[in-house]
């Protein structure tokens, strides 16, 4: 027993379940992308995630503490927790590459100042990032990398029933070698503009060398934004590449993470 009679019998057992099953789900869904953007109702969240336990527990059913009231208790709905969040921020990661990408072709470009509401964060975010994000997420979702996600989430109670010792060292460590990894792709996504940009601003310091009286404003921002804009187009199926593998390397480093 939970300590707590709700007075709906045999259904309250039931309800203590699905409690305790959403957490791990909740908490996935809370800190992974896409699910967790500030832009979706929490309404939306807590059904989403009572309606995936659900299934769970006619699925596949997990043996839940039996008291939920007391330290044990509270212990495993810690331990649900943390697993939930460590899924659904080893996939956070990835979606972070292309704003750091963003942000370094923004600030090339003389664009940085060009800000907007990011609906995910709900904080301020440069508006190259926010289009960055939105290919991401396109990407993400034409590979089906959320239904493989949400597979694995549903696996890690196959491979982590409630109740083992799970988070560790050695996967805290998986999660940060993966925020490296997370870091190189952004420089192989803003490399090829950056080198374009970086020859226009070459050439504008040349000019403004060889004609002082040339105002190096009005010359080097159209032309810093012209041209990172035609290597943005340019450089498009490189960049979708780059998205789709960066897709194939969350879901890959997410597996990894419950796997061990």
Known sequence: MNGVDLGLGAWEVNLWQLIFMMTRIGGALLAAPLFGAASIPVQIRISLAGAIAIFMMVWMPVQTPEELLTMAGFTALVGEAVIGAAIGFTLQLSFAAPVIAAEQIAGGMGMAIATAIDPNSGAQSGALGQYFTVVLTLVFLAVGGHLLWLRLLIESYQVFPPGQDWFGAERAWMIVSFAGEVFATAVAIALPVMLVLFCVQLVTGVLSRS??????????????????????IIASPFTSEQFVRLSATAIDQVGQVIAG
């Open 211 to 232: 004609a002082p009286s040339l105002n190096l404003f009005a010359l080097g921002l159209p032309a810093g934004v012209l041209a990172g804009i035609g290597a943005l």
